[in-house]
């Protein structure tokens, strides 16, 4: 069993022809040995019916067999392209057939002169033999079938068959099969399928599924679109492969899919460090202040949900396993892939704060999820160092109305809030607390749990503040839980 891994958005990109390595892709999903005797007559016929190298080739062979009308019919073809290497070898060889014998030739007995009236030099009798030359041409235009060529092809002791037809099936899996199951299952069934039918080229594709109903049955395909929705392709030629081919697509987790795990991560692992140990439910991280670790389950992107289930079945949303070892393994994406669950890596929120330039960015790992202007402290009353989201409030309220806008996230004596006073965006007026316009906070405060890590430094590499944040809306679920994040009776006191 030979495994590899490609990668591609196209059926062709996906899962790539193996035949390509050892036959001619001659028209649709025929595969041509070019060895076989009927190799030139097979182009004209289902390629290219003007081919100047196919005539030239067929008119050699049939000059060498004596088959002189042939000869010539298929020569002058060969020259109908002026503009083809095969013009010029052509017209070499017809002239071969129109250059008179020269005198000094040893010619051969004399046959019998034959009489000027003869039937046979007269114009009619020429008509007919071209007649019945063009008729015995038609007459070879049969089905395509399989015929098999002794040539070699790269692998010692293997006969090819010089035709090979694709034929394509759809093979529906279990949606929880594990790797080297799917392995054994396509191994298998391609094997046994290729044995009844040598000379085709077996596909099955394999589209996992969780209607037990489904599953197991191999059905042929005929939609060009299932073969984007295959995960893995199994060929097999009985005549021309050693071995199953098996190849898994490569499928790529979609970068907001990555985020959006993060930060749900993010917030469990805020809630383990608070409670020690993890909540039964993974809506447990959604609740009143200040229990409000997040303010929705995002959505899962390449599913459009945000639904949580507690054993995966690739249906879409989220899997969550509160008792597994590892972030990682405890919330995931339920997307179909290759293995059984696809996880990938945690990389914690995290805010980045430049006090010299004046900027806040959101993160996770290298993606960034705000990238934003903000005002700080006057005589670097904003200090450097890490600090972590303590609360996360809407609309706090502070000793004077509005002081702290329309949101903030509090790190303790310090808060990142909003304001109404832009003049102190991009400038030093605050008393150490970080402003942010009220339409920024607000865009940026569901994608920062509670627990996320504040870095605050004078300087942060510039690539990174030019780095464009990434669209977040497509997370957002259309119907976000309905929970307090603004306590009516806590006065907040943050530096201004």
């Known amino acids: 069993m030979q495994n590899e891994n490609e990668e591609g958005s196209l059926p062709e990109a996906r899962f790539d022809n193996h035949l390509k390595t050892n036959l001619i892709h001659l028209h649709k999903n025929l595969y041509l040995n070019r060895t076989d005797p009927l190799f030139f007559e097979k182009v004209l016929r289902y390629a290219d019916p003007k081919s100047p190298e196919a005539h030239y080739m067929l008119a050699l062979k049939y000059e060498n067999e004596g088959k002189s009308a042939k000869a010539l019919l298929h020569y002058q073809e060969a020259m109908k392209d002026n503009k083809s290497s095969f013009y010029a070898k052509a017209k070499d060889r017809l002239r071969r057939f129109q250059r008179p014998i020269p005198a000094s030739f040893p010619l051969k007995p004399a046959a019998p002169e034959i009489p000027r009236y003869s039937f046979r030099k007269s114009p009619l009798f020429i008509l007919m033999v071209c007649n019945l030359v063009l008729f015995f041409l038609l007459l070879n235009l049969e089905p395509l079938r399989a015929i098999v060529s002794t040539a070699m092809h790269g692998k010692a002791g293997l006969e090819v068959v010089s035709e090979i ?52 049955i191999i059905a042929p395909l005929t939609s060009e679109q299932a073969k984007l929705t295959s995960f893995v392709i199994a060929q097999y030629n009985a005549s021309l492969d050693r071995a199953v081919i098996i190849k898994f697509a490569e499928t790529k987790i979609p970068e907001l899919t990555t985020v959006a795990s993060n930060l749900v991560r993010s917030a469990l692992q805020a809630y383990l460090h608070d409670n020690k140990t993890p909540p039964a439910q993974i809506e447990s991280l959604i609740r009143d202040y200040p229990s409000n670790y997040l303010s929705f389950i995002p959505n899962e992107i390449s599913s459009g949900s945000n639904q949580v289930v507690d054993q995966f079945d690739g249906s879409g949303g989220w899997v969550y396993h509160p008792h597994a070892s590892g972030l990682a393994s405890m919330f995931y994406p339920n997307i179909v892939d290759e293995s059984t669950a696809l996880q990938p890596p945690f990389s ?35 200090p450097e160092g890490s600090f972590t989201i303590q609360d996360r409030v809407l609309n706090p309220l502070g000793k004077h109305p509005n002081v702290y806008g329309k949101a903030g996230l509090s790190m303790g004596q310090y808060a990142i809030h909003g304001t109404f006073d832009q003049t102190s965006i991009l400038a030093n007026k605050s008393l150490g607390c970080i402003r942010i316009a009220n339409s920024d906070i607000l865009a940026l405060f569901p994608f920062v749990p509670k627990g996320a890590e504040v870095l605050i430094s004078e300087n942060f590499p510039a690539a990174l503040l030019t780095s464009l944040p990434i669209d977040t809306k497509k997370l957002v679920p259309s119907k976000k839980p309905i929970i307090n994040e603004s306590p009516p009776d806590i006065v907040f006191n943050w530096l201004g």
């Open 165 to 216: 037809v694709d034929t394509p099936y759809i093979y529906y899996i279990a949606s929880n099969e594990p790797k080297d199951r799917i392995e054994t299952l396509l191994y298998t069934k391609a094997f046994e399928m290729g044995k009844r039918n040598p000379d085709h080229n077996i596909q099955l594709y394999g589209i996992k599924t969780a209607d037990a109903a489904l599953q197991g």
């Open 348 to 382: 914690p929120v995290k805010l980045l704060i430049s006090r010299k330039e004046h900027t806040l960015l959101v993160v996770a790992g290298s993606v960034v999820l705000a990238n934003d202007p903000i005002g700080v402290g006057k005589d670097n009353k904003t």
